[in-house]
């Protein structure tokens, strides 16, 4: 038996269309496109297929965690559709403005109030910002053994068998339970939800855990222990110009390509 926490986020859909993607540069936020509904992180999804494959084979139980609002329970919803047992959604006002640091406290709190856990999931980074750090702050906040990158898990006695991603094959190792491990693409494409799956994942029940519930830190949350600071959001600009030499011959034409680079201070 093996109980499992996933942490899960909801980002806006990556396959946003690119003349749908608005930002507000003056609130430095991204605006939600209208009529495209925000998904589960991708690598948080195969977090929880990890989670299933070993929930399967050793039996066990999952449990989801996500930071968001209340309607974020979808993203809950998804991964228990998918085979997960029990989720929790963390939405408060104080929650919000959080950075990662702040996220992972708020998560951490939460992983404490669940308890007698044996292994931590999260994805190896959120697909919208990118950052990558909010597992690694979970395990020095829990003081647990941290592997990144896991292409696969087994569990053997009372340790873990983990092997990590690496630029030229893996690596493997033992870690002590309980542990926190972020999972990459190399754990392979996650299962699509079933029938069965999703009318039960309906008619769950999802509670909302605000801050009174986890009794975070106040100065370790919210807009106001943010430890970056945004200074400008933008859509870069794309230009490209294109000017043909061209000349009698090729040896002409190479003449004058090379007075057009030096007059463009190219060479």
């Known amino acids: 038996m093996i109980h499992i926490i996933v942490c899960v986020k909801e980002i806006p859909d990556p396959e946003i269309p690119p003349e749908k993607f608005r930002i507000d540069p003056d609130a430095k936020r991204v605006i939600p496109p209208q009529g495209i509904a925000p998904v589960i992180n991708p690598y948080d999804e195969r977090a929880v297929e990890l989670a299933l494959r070993l929930k399967e084979k050793y039996s066990g139980k999952i449990t989801v965690l996500t930071v968001g609002i209340p309607s974020s329970v979808k993203v809950v919803k998804h991964a228990l559709s998918m085979g997960a047992d029990e989720g929790v959604v963390l939405a408060d006002q104080e929650f919000d403005g959080s950075d990662s640091f702040g996220i992972a406290h708020i998560l951490t709190k939460a992983i404490q109030k669940i308890g007698n856990y044996d292994l931590i999931l999260c994805g190896r980074q959120a697909a919208d910002w990118d950052e990558g750090l909010v597992g690694s702050i979970i395990a020095e906040n829990l003081s647990l053994p941290l592997v990144t990158l896991v292409q696969a898990i087994e569990l053997i006695k009372k340790s873990l068998k983990v092997n990590r991603v690496s630029l030229d094959g893996y690596q493997i190792f033992s870690v002590p339970m309980p542990a926190i491990a972020t999972v990459s693409n190399e754990v392979g494409r996650p299962r699509l939800p079933q029938g069965l799956g999703i009318i039960s994942a309906a008619r769950k029940q999802v509670p909302i855990w605000t801050a009174r519930d986890i009794d975070?830190?106040?100065?370790?949350?919210?807009?106001?222990?943010?430890?970056?600071?945004?200074?400008?959001?933008?859509?870069?600009?794309?230009?490209?110009?294109?000017?043909?030499?061209?000349?009698?011959?090729?040896?002409?034409?190479?003449?004058?390509?090379?007075?057009?680079?030096?007059?463009?201070?190219?060479?």
Do not use: N, Y
């Not at 230009?239 to 007075?259: D, F, M, N, P, Y």
């Open 216 to 267: 975070p830190d106040p100065s370790r949350i919210g807009a106001g222990a943010v430890r970056r600071k945004l200074d400008k959001l933008f859509i870069p600009e794309r230009k490209s110009q294109c000017e043909v030499i061209r000349g009698e011959t090729a040896a002409e034409a190479a003449v004058k390509l090379a007075k057009r680079l030096r007059e463009s201070k190219v060479l």
